[in-house]
């Protein structure tokens, strides 16, 4: 947030010799300072310089109608208030075009004189150092004032800007309020916040609806033979007939790109619109299988142990063959990545394959554990400091996690623990890719890929107030959910002949012991696997004990195996009980899962009914 006075002298001084008295400025404009004098832009510019023509306007907010069916009913509600106090009111698509503005009509009289005006572009590259395009320009609400802007036009004005994101994270624009310097509103930073808050509010909504609606309207195609899928307006697969969903287990939640390559084509494309608001939300995609070749069509695409390079066990699950596939995705690109799943699944194992698999792979990877540091050492351990920064310093200073990081990858797991102190701080680590050590004052550019991951939903913690939205958006760019042991029971005599080879022991395990193996639910996943076959190791190392004898020992399997045999024989009385209408409902709520991650509080939501009720249908419907 940006409110600090600037003083007229601080800007003269600056534009004519480029020196700045940095304890006069705030950080956020200092910085854009700079970058308007990098990229030359003429601080005496009195007025706007680009201004689109109608046509070219109508085009522009043509591309950003929905924004803007959503932005203008709140900005017309707060229309009264905002003419009273002397203000005007904007709203800016990503590219920093003003859409519409609506405010006191002495105002926009004052504001046409610098072309401050609908069609005009208002970026810190056209203007200098404004609320709108600094807003754009750093992701963060900001108020600007007088002569804290860069540029002569805007120096006899206060302006205040809040940026918009959707659910992916997605810049859909800027609101702004302006007004003269003279009428200044202590609280006009907040009320721009507010408003930027309740749209973005109202967007998710939208979003949520429009997915619903979609699935409402695809329940005829559920059960067709026919390969048919339905997509959102971000292309990304929200329902499939069955034909698809046997042919591709985790099509829900692709991009429709990415499920072409399984050996589809489309045939016919049909646009559908919402029953209420008439708008599209979506299409409808019928496919067709081309001649492709076997290892095409294939479910789960092979990955060649030359080509591919992965530290643990592969195993032969379709579950993990997805996660292998998303690595091998992802890897060449530069995106952030979110690693989900629970404790002892491998998490860190992903993540070092994705840097092994990437072009920074003769670079560092550097792990911090954000669960395991204490909240006084977190912000010395990630950014380092400089010498004599603080009582006990070493002597030369210390590099920080992301220093070091440097031309590599830095992978932050249990990113959830992360105190909300330094979220913030971590924040504009990622944004700007720089980082100043403690005590120093010297930035240091940093070339780093950022892979996170944890066992908690973040998205929870986000709607809790527990961790930043907009942090969350930096970080949620390519989830990859890693599925748990239970969930990949097949993978298991694969990794215990892997843990067996790695340990040089010379075992047979009988058909016994990994039938008992199987039966076991392994809340610990992976990591309780291989501590268990370590104490059996030990326990059946002097041959007195029978290595299935002491399995059953430590894991009670026949316990385990009389409620799995319970549990199928419930799913298969509820099958032949269900109404047409209930298998419908728990399909659905079986693709929702599919597309939350498991997440049952997201597949309620996507459902639009309460998460109780998703419960209790769980249990019905024993899922």
Not at 36 to 62: F, M, T
Not at 324 to 342: C, F, N
Not at 381 to 388: A, S
Request: charged fraction near 25%; charge should be neutral; hydrophobic fraction near 40%.
């Amino acid at each position: 947030m940006i409110g600090t006075a600037c003083y007229l002298n601080t800007w003269k001084r600056f534009v004519s010799e480029g020196v700045l008295d940095e304890a006069r400025l705030n950080k956020r404009i200092m910085e854009s300072w700079y970058r308007c004098k990098n990229n030359e832009v003429n601080p005496h510019l009195h007025k706007g310089p680009h201004i689109l023509s109608e046509d070219l306007l109508a085009a522009q907010r043509e591309k950003n109608s929905l924004f803007l069916e959503i932005a203008l009913p709140y900005l017309d509600k707060m229309k009264g208030m905002i003419e009273e106090l002397g203000m005007m009111a904007l709203v800016v698509d990503p590219d920093g075009y003003v859409l519409s503005l609506t405010g006191n009509q002495d105002v926009l009289r004052e504001a046409r004189k610098i072309n401050f005006t609908n069609g005009v572009l208002w970026t810190e590259g056209e203007v200098g150092t404004n609320a709108i395009g600094t807003a754009l320009q750093i992701g963060e609400a900001v108020m600007i004032s007088g002569t804290e802007h860069y540029s002569i036009a805007s120096h006899g004005w206060s302006c205040s800007a809040a940026p918009i994101h959707d659910d992916n994270g997605k810049l859909l624009g800027v609101i702004d309020v302006s007004c003269p310097l003279s009428r200044t509103h202590p609280f006009m930073l907040g009320i721009v916040s507010s408003i930027a808050h309740t749209i973005e509010h109202e967007v998710s909504v939208r979003a949520r609806q429009n997915e619903l609606e979609l699935v409402h309207k695809s329940m005829d195609l559920i059960e067709t033979s026919k390969p048919i899928i339905i997509c959102n307006e971000q292309k990304t697969v929200v329902a499939a007939s069955k034909s698809i969903r046997s042919k591709i287990h985790k099509c829900i939640g692709m991009k429709a790109s990415e499920l072409l390559e399984y050996g589809f084509a489309i045939q016919t494309e049909i646009p559908l619109y919402s029953d209420l608001r008439k708008n599209r939300i979506g299409t409808s995609l019928l496919l067709s299988e081309e001649a492709a070749s076997s290892a095409r069509k294939r479910c789960v695409p092979s990955l060649s142990p030359q080509s591919f390079r992965f530290e643990g066990e592969m195993g032969s699950s379709d579950a993990f063959q997805y996660v292998l596939h998303d690595i091998k995705r992802v890897a060449p690109t530069d995106a952030s990545v979110y690693i989900l799943g629970e404790t002892g699944t491998g998490k860190e194992l992903v993540a070092k394959a994705i840097h092994e698999n990437s072009s920074r792979k003769d670079g560092p990877f550097i792990t911090i554990n954000c669960g395991a540091i204490p909240k006084e050492l977190m912000e010395s351990e990630l950014f380092g400091y400089v010498e004599g920064a603080f009582t006990g310093a070493k002597r030369k200073g210390y590099k920080g996690k992301f220093e070091q990081a440097n031309n590599g990858t830095i992978f932050l797991d249990e990113i959830g623990e992360i105190p909300s102190s330094m979220q913030v701080a971590l924040l504009r680590v990622l944004q700007e890719r720089k980082v100043v050590p403690i005590g120093g004052i010297k930035e240091i550019p940093l070339n780093i890929r950022i892979i996170t991951a944890t066992h908690r939903d973040l998205s929870q913690l986000v709607q809790e107030g527990i961790f930043r939205q907009d942090l969350y958006y930096r970080l949620h760019v390519y989830p990859i959910h890693v599925p748990s042991l239970r969930e990949r029971k097949e993978d298991i005599p694969h990794l215990v002949r892997y843990f067996c080879q790695k340990n040089d022991w010379n075992i047979e395990w009988s058909h016994e012991f990994f039938g008992g193996l199987m039966e076991y639910n392994w809340p610990g996943n992976i990591r309780e696997l291989f501590n268990v076959l370590e104490r059996v190791y030990i326990m059946a190392s002097d041959r007195t004990e029978d290595p299935t004898l002491a399995l059953v020992h430590l894991l009670g399997t026949q316990t385990k195996s009389t409620s799995a045999s319970n549990l199928e024989q419930g799913r298969a009385s509820t099958e032949t009980s269900l109404t047409f209408r209930e298998k419908i409902q728990r399909d659905l709520m079986v693709d929702a899962l599919q597309k939350a991650k498991g997440n049952v509080s997201l597949a309620a939501k996507l459902l639009d009914v309460p998460r109780s009720t998703f419960y209790k249908r769980m249990q019905r419907f024993h899922l």
